[in-house]
């Protein structure tokens, strides 16, 4: 009865106009994409039109198949021309799934909308979006579920919910259809071999779905609050107060206990910062009457305000200072990023050329480097007497402080002043949280005890002032877009 309602509220708008969009959604008539959810038919229509007419910034890929064999379709959306950030850096990486289970439509949606956002942004010149598209990728893959999404039906066509299906504490919660084993169906299996293989190093991982209008970040499983809580808590804090007054909780408290879901595995496994978006409570039917931009404005508000500012989804270490005073270290470390690191050391490396040996705090000697950590990040061997809580060996940084620690180099030949110092630290305090290996600007360091204090290199201070203002500057601008 709800379908037949829906299509007799919805025939005469799909009627109403045949005339296609100008910009980026170009297979269907605009009545029709604002009020009538996407099939399998017309999402390829509409992912496929855009690759064609914006080869520039869309790549589209099939990363596998559903498991009656109809394709999942990954949009990687930036500006390709550039293949890192202006500054040489890595592109930020946000990764975007909608349609686990295939009657949520609204969540489908808004995972389409945030594309097709960022894709007409781009074809009509707007500055915001080409800034973002130059330093950030997207990759969206808008429809998991499309067997699901077809029959207008929770599960896959095995009868499996989807997002009970990952291999985090899979199983092991209250819950219904969570399939015979870990990504036993061939939609999650692509979705975390698309997570391991492509996006290892994703800086965000949203989720998205209907049923309850809230956002729930990790755990499902726990009550308790997740080891990067200071992030989660800021994201929270800055979206109510000047976006949405959509609530922001941990899952297990904010709907109930859930084991095996995309949003913990990308958390838990991954290391990623994860959320739930959950759009509202309506679901099982086929069309809106109020347009989906409206519909969904203020959800995708809140997306955009967690792209544009998604550097800030980690710990970002800068050192202010660094002098070495014989067999010290004498080390200040600001903070600039959101999220806390409890792991953090200085490597030395003698040879300017060769980086294969290293020293760390407190060794005595040499170590090697021994290969890389998914995502080319280096990954080092430091030793298992090696405590980065003990004074002198490794240190923390709190989100959005700085700490000024000494480190014990005496087994080092650091005291020429030569060489090459580097920055080892993980993203986020959870411990399955990527390393960074970032080169320290040999223009701070200082040698010697002479010096008058421990206070940033004029360059350094430029860094901080430019990124304050361009925090200010993107408050400003966040609803100008």
Same mark, same amino acid.
């Given at each position: 009865m709800r379908r #037949?309602?829906? %299509?007799?509220?919805?025939?005469?708008?799909?009627?109403?106009?045949?005339?296609?969009? &100008? *910009?980026? =959604?170009? *297979? =269907?008539?605009?009545?029709? =994409?604002?009020?009538?959810? +996407?099939?399998?038919? !017309?999402? @390829?229509? /509409? %992912?496929? &039109?855009?690759? /064609?007419?914006?080869?520039?910034? %869309?790549?589209?890929?099939?990363? $596998? =198949? @559903?498991?009656?064999?109809?394709?999942?379709?990954?949009?990687?959306? *930036? /500006?390709? *021309?550039?293949? @890192?950030?202006?500054?040489? !850096?890595?592109?930020? %990486?946000?990764?975007? /799934? $909608?349609? +686990?289970? $295939?009657?949520?439509? #609204? $969540? @489908?949606?808004?995972?389409? #909308?945030?594309?097709?956002?960022?894709i007409d942004g781009w074809a009509d010149g707007e500055k915001a979006i080409l800034d973002i598209l130059a330093t950030t990728e997207l990759h969206i893959l808008i429809m998991l579920n499309a067997d699901g999404n077809d029959f207008d039906t929770r599960w896959n066509i095995n009868q499996v919910d989807l997002n009970r299906n990952y291999d985090h504490y899979w199983n092991t919660c209250p819950t219904t259809q969570p399939g015979s084993a870990a990504f036993s169906e061939s939609e999650t299996l692509a979705n975390s071999v698309y997570m391991n293989e492509v996006v290892p190093h994703a800086d965000l991982y949203i989720t998205m779905h209907t049923g309850v209008w809230i956002m729930l970040y990790p755990w499902g499983k726990w009550p308790e609050q997740p080891s990067d809580w200071e992030m989660y808590h800021s994201i929270r804090d800055e979206v109510n107060t000047n976006i949405s007054e959509i609530p922001i909780r941990n899952a297990n408290q904010g709907l109930y206990p859930n084991c095996g879901t995309s949003r913990d595995y990308g958390y838990g496994v991954m290391g990623y910062p994860t959320f739930t978006f959950e759009t509202d409570d309506e679901q099982f039917l086929l069309g809106t009457v109020e347009a989906l931009s409206d519909r969904l404005e203020e959800e995708l508000d809140v997306m955009r305000y967690l792209i544009q500012n998604v550097w800030y989804w980690r710990a970002r270490l800068v050192v202010d200072s660094l002098e070495m005073e014989g067999g010290k270290v004498h080390l200040s470390v600001s903070n600039l990023g959101h999220a806390s690191t409890s792991n953090a050391t200085l490597l030395y490396f003698e040879d300017e050329e060769d980086f294969s040996e290293f020293w760390f705090p407190g060794s005595d000697g040499a170590a090697e480097l021994i290969g890389e950590q998914k995502g080319g990040i280096t990954q080092v061997q430091l030793g298992s007497d090696f405590n980065f809580s003990t004074t002198g060996y490794g240190f923390a940084v709190n989100a959005t402080n700085s700490t000024v620690t000494t480190l014990d180099f005496r087994s080092a030949p650091i005291s020429s002043g030569e060489g090459v110092w580097a920055l080892y630290y993980q993203k986020r305090v959870v411990d399955s949280s990527m390393w960074v290996f970032e080169i320290i600007n040999e223009s701070i360091l200082e040698v010697g005890a002479d010096n008058p204090g421990l206070l940033p290199a004029p360059s350094m201070i430029l860094v901080l002032i430019a990124f304050a203002l361009a925090t200010i500057n993107e408050r400003n601008s966040r609803y100008e877009l």
């Open positions: #037949l309602l829906a %299509v007799i509220m919805l025939v005469p708008l799909m009627v109403a106009s045949a005339s296609p969009m &100008a *910009s980026g =959604q170009i *297979s =269907q008539p605009d009545i029709i =994409q604002e009020h009538w959810y +996407h099939s399998y038919a !017309t999402l @390829t229509l /509409d %992912v496929n &039109a855009w690759e /064609d007419e914006y080869p520039e910034i %869309v790549n589209l890929l099939v990363v $596998g =198949q @559903t498991e009656m064999g109809r394709n999942l379709w990954m949009l990687q959306i *930036s /500006d390709w *021309s550039q293949e @890192t950030k202006p500054d040489g !850096t890595a592109k930020e %990486v946000i990764y975007i /799934d $909608g349609g +686990h289970h $295939g009657n949520e439509h #609204l $969540g @489908t949606e808004l995972a389409f #909308l945030v594309a097709e956002y960022y």
